[in-house]
């Protein structure tokens, strides 16, 4: 037996020894030699790669209600209640305190007013899990209130396939016509037609962005906030590039009708091998390797990418950033924004340097 096999085993014995005082409620601190250190963070990194750990994960219910698929899922701010969205086009909210009961754990069943399947669905924040939004492939979000027991509509020009909530009264909604919206819910919807110049709900439009020689526009189907730094949202979508906006340098950045609003590409993430992938002719100007989801891993110093046939990649917020040109991306913008975009492109590279340092 090596000198290593008994290390790992030692270590093993004292995450399950940590596992069982937590269950407990008995957390015992730790010392600042032990083996998985006394912060909190690197026991929850301890923990998530334990192979013995996921090995334990089991289902512990089933929720039977929906008719279709189901194919989204979020959880209420406390953890107390779960809202689920289907093919059925109804939503669903549960509690999972009493999946025992009659009703097995269903709180209501909404009609969402959808009339096709539902993508993705949140509960808005510091709303007493009250209000609802969602998005589905019929092009719209509807924000539903389940103490008045009324909806309202925003109707968008491509299907929307993510949202991501801001705060309370904000929230942005990514579609497949290759646009980011943010919307006011205090304010009365905009009007603006596909390819309106002055739609002032789109705050980054990644049809002016495409690759190489993609003829086709980039559809988003994935998006996310960091969360330690809110202004700044990465997409996925339709080729193999994650595209990161900065949502401070959206409004007046340029002078033109047509960027007067729209926040400027920042940098892009892709795995060095996948890059041909965005330079390189394709058939009917789509691309087959797309990312199929995106998030930031906690503290927003890195984030991850999953892309359709192919497999999950992790990336230094900073030390990765490339600019656009670097994948060939040509945007509509004039010279303003796109000192603001070199601007923020030397911030990321100082941010690099500093961390290597």
């Not at 669903?92 to 999946?99: A, F, I, P």
């Not at 330690?228 to 590039?241: A, C, E, K, M, Y």
Request: proline residues 5%; charged residues 20%.
């Amino acid at each position: 037996m090596s000198c290593a096999q008994p290390r790992f085993y030692a270590k093993q014995r004292a995450m399950q020894r940590r596992l069982e005082q937590r269950r407990q409620g008995a957390l015992a601190p730790l010392q600042p030699n032990a083996s998985l250190g006394p912060q909190p963070r690197a026991f929850m990194r301890a923990c998530c790669a334990d192979a013995a750990l996921v090995a334990r994960l089991a289902q512990t219910a089933e929720l039977p209600g929906h008719s279709g698929a189901v194919t989204a899922a979020s959880w209420a701010e406390a953890g107390e209640l779960l809202v689920t969205g289907s093919e059925d086009c109804r939503l669903k909210v549960w509690n999972l305190q009493r999946l025992h009961t009659a009703k097995h754990g269903v709180e209501c069943t909404v009609e969402s007013g959808h009339t096709s399947g539902i993508y993705c669905v949140r509960f808005l924040p510091q709303c007493s899990n009250s209000q609802i939004i969602s998005c589905a492939s019929d092009r719209q979000v509807r924000v539903t209130d389940l103490q008045r027991k009324c909806q309202r509509p925003f109707t968008l020009k491509g299907r929307v396939r993510t949202l991501e909530i801001l705060d309370r009264n904000h929230f942005m909604a990514g579609s497949e016509d290759g646009t980011v919206r943010q919307f006011d819910l205090r304010e009365a919807p905009r009007e603006g037609g596909r390819d309106d110049p002055h739609d002032a709900a789109v705050i980054a439009d990644q049809r002016r962005e495409r690759t190489g020689q993609m003829r086709g526009k980039v559809g988003v189907s994935s998006m996310v906030v960091d969360p330690q730094r809110p202004h700044l949202f990465i997409t996925g979508g339709s080729d193999p590039l994650v595209r990161l906006y900065d949502r401070r340098m959206a409004g007046g950045a340029g002078s033109s009708a047509a960027t007067a609003w729209r926040a400027p590409l920042v940098a892009g993430y892709v795995p060095t091998h996948l890059k041909a992938a965005l330079l390189r002719p394709r058939p009917f100007g789509f691309s087959s390797v797309t990312v199929t989801g995106v998030a930031f891993c906690h503290g927003g110093d890195q984030l991850v990418a999953s892309y359709h046939s192919e497999q999950i990649y992790t990336f230094a917020t900073a030390a990765h950033a490339r600019p656009a040109h670097a994948f060939g991306a040509t945007a509509d913008l004039d010279s303003r924004a796109g000192m603001h975009q070199r601007a923020q492109w030397m911030w990321l590279t100082a941010q690099a340097c500093r961390r290597g340092s």
